[in-house]
């Protein structure tokens, strides 16, 4: 009997056709970042103060700029960084019987405390647009109303949460390639309707409608990846599809600079999907999976035509070509708490990809309530990311996988720490601390992900994935509110709090297996009792292949 991992060897690990279906994945990545972090342009607050039809009529009359009419017309107020100018409140003023143009100072009422009277912004806001617009703008989302953009982030995650365990599932029970298609068609429709909102309520809707297959697609993709290579390209494969994210970290502020209407913004995030329905026609459909539900000849026929295209011949084994997996053929949530180790595995990797999102996501979010031109910070912030593919490639190759997943999430955690401590006119200082603590959390990031799938067997991997990132979502819906509820009380104290998640992160990733060099598990037998399987496997290994290859390059180690 002949497992995959051993055709691989024969059909090529990482040859043309692998290569074919990598490149097409790795644009999948790019517009799943877009809408991820889109919110950022999407719904950018600019400065913003009551409007006051009266006050509009004067600003005409006598010729101010909206800078002026700020100056004269609204209250100071004391906040956390010093003075500043109301953006919920205006003086309780009739400005056409109290102001003049040469004489701006309007004669104030005051209450019984010798307080000038306020009163909310009860005619709407004037926005300093720059430009731009954004749902914020159109709906009027800010001062009491301000929680909705937070929703309008968490919603999403919400549908990445829920969308993640159906799709994880639906790849598991019914295939890697239908479960792809069918999140894509579904992105392609519900990012058209976001785009088209009427109204916030609708907003709302459609966009956890959209958060619904995204994600899970996305998961989908990277597992089918991992399947179709062998052992020793797994781990580049793995953080070159998630550096495409990256890519789409620095295309996304250009996009926004040249489409600086949202819903604009949304139609040119979603439009890439529709051209991912052609891959129907370009990819194959998992053949760890189809050995997994007994359906033998599809994958012969697969690894056949994997060798034709390679430029590789197989040998007759591969007629003999089966799944050792002894579990029950339909995934099930229990098989990722049965048994200790799998358990184990199971918390753990549920709070680093909780940690990684809130982190992540937090740094990010953060760039929109500092100040400062947020298209440069952002791109930035995408430059950074960009090491972090590489050390990963470079230390995960002499290091394993524990050790570097441990020392990014804990430089990510002590970044984040020091950070929160350096004033602020030290600003280059914090700037450079803040893109160590940005590069530690995306390596965490990045890592998660492709460890997650190498920890569990073929016949429930894509569930696993699926359902240890509901975390990273659970993790997406906590953040906006931990960022800004937390900012307004210290502006550096969602920093604390993410230094000390990432520290807990890493201390915990500790006590997870070393994977590297080792082939896919590919029953539950193989996590529980790892080293009894790989000396099976490295038997088998060893009578399929000619005895001058297993000299130079043992599969199953690095």
């Known amino acids: 009997m002949t497992n995959f991992d051993e055709i691989l060897v024969e059909a090529g690990e990482f040859g043309r056709f692998q290569k074919r279906v990598f490149g097409l994945f790795c644009l999948v990545s790019m517009p799943w970042a877009c809408v991820y972090v889109g919110i950022v342009f999407q719904g950018f607050t600019p400065e913003h103060w009551c409007r006051n039809p009266a006050v509009e009529d004067l600003r005409g009359k006598c010729g101010w700029t909206l800078e002026e009419e700020r100056k004269y017309t609204v209250p100071l107020i004391n906040t956390t960084t010093g003075p500043a100018y109301s953006q919920c409140q205006r003086y309780d003023v009739d400005w056409n019987s109290t102001i003049s143009c040469g004489s701006p100072q309007p004669n104030f009422t005051f209450n019984h405390g010798n307080h000038v009277l306020l ?31 937070d929703l309008f982030q968490s919603i999403l995650n919400l549908g990445f949460l829920v ?61 089918l990846l991992t399947e179709l290579v062998g052992v020793d390209y797994r781990r580049t494969v793995g953080v070159i599809y998630q550096m495409f994210f990256s890519v789409g970290i620095l295309i996304l502020p250009l996009i926004a600079y040249l489409i600086p209407n949202w819903r604009w913004l949304q139609v040119a995030i979603t439009v890439p999907y529709f051209f991912f329905l052609l891959y129907y026609w370009w990819i194959p459909e998992s053949p760890r999976w189809l050995l997994s539900q007994n359906r033998t000849s599809e994958a012969v026929a697969l690894a056949k035509e994997i060798s034709k295209v390679n430029g590789k011949t197989l040998s007759k084994k591969v007629e003999t070509l089966t799944d050792d997996n002894e579990e029950l053929l339909s995934p099930s949530f229990l098989d990722l708490v049965r048994t200790p180790k799998m358990r184990k595995h199971t918390f753990i990797l549920m709070f680093n990809w909780f940690t990684s999102a809130v982190v992540y996501q937090g740094l990010i979010m953060r760039l929109g309530i500092l100040g400062g031109n947020v298209y440069i910070d952002f791109l930035i912030s995408g430059v950074v990311e960009f090491p972090a593919a590489f050390l990963i490639i470079v230390t995960i190759e002499r290091m394993g996988r524990r050790i570097p997943f441990t020392l990014s999430n804990v430089v990510s955690g002590a970044a984040c720490l020091i950070a929160a401590v350096i004033p602020e006119y030290a600003y280059w200082v914090k700037t450079v601390i803040a893109c160590i603590g940005r590069l530690g959390i995306t390596m965490a990031f990045e890592m998660v992900c492709f460890v997650n799938a190498e920890l569990y067997p073929t016949f429930v991997r894509n569930l696993a994935v699926s359902v240890c990132s509901t975390f990273c979502d659970i993790g997406g819906i906590v953040c906006p509110f931990l960022l800004y509820r937390l900012a307004v009380i210290w502006l550096e104290l969602p920093l604390v709090v993410f230094g000390i998640l990432a520290f807990i992160a890493g201390g915990l990733v500790l006590l997870l297996p070393e994977t590297k060099g080792m082939p896919l598990p590919e029953t539950i037998d193989d996590i529980e009792n790892p080293k009894r399987t790989k000396e099976t496997k490295n038997h088998q290994l060893v009578t399929l292949l000619p005895s001058d290859v297993t000299t130079n390059k043992d599969c199953t180690s690095v």
Do not use: H
């Open 163 to 223: 969308g993640t365990i159906v799709m994880g599932y639906v790849a598991d029970r019914y295939g890697r390639k239908l479960c792809f298609l069918a999140s894509t068609l579904a992105n392609a429709i519900t990012g058209i309707l976001v785009a088209i909102s009427p109204n916030y309520i609708a907003l709302v809707i459609f966009r956890g409608l959209f958060g619904l297959p995204i994600k899970g697609g996305w998961v989908t993709g990277y597992v």
């Open 119 to 149: 009163t909310t912004c009860q005619d709407g806001w004037v926005f300093d647009y720059k430009q731009r617009s954004s749902f914020v703008t159109e709906f009027n989302l800010v001062c009491s109303d301000a929680w909705m953009v």
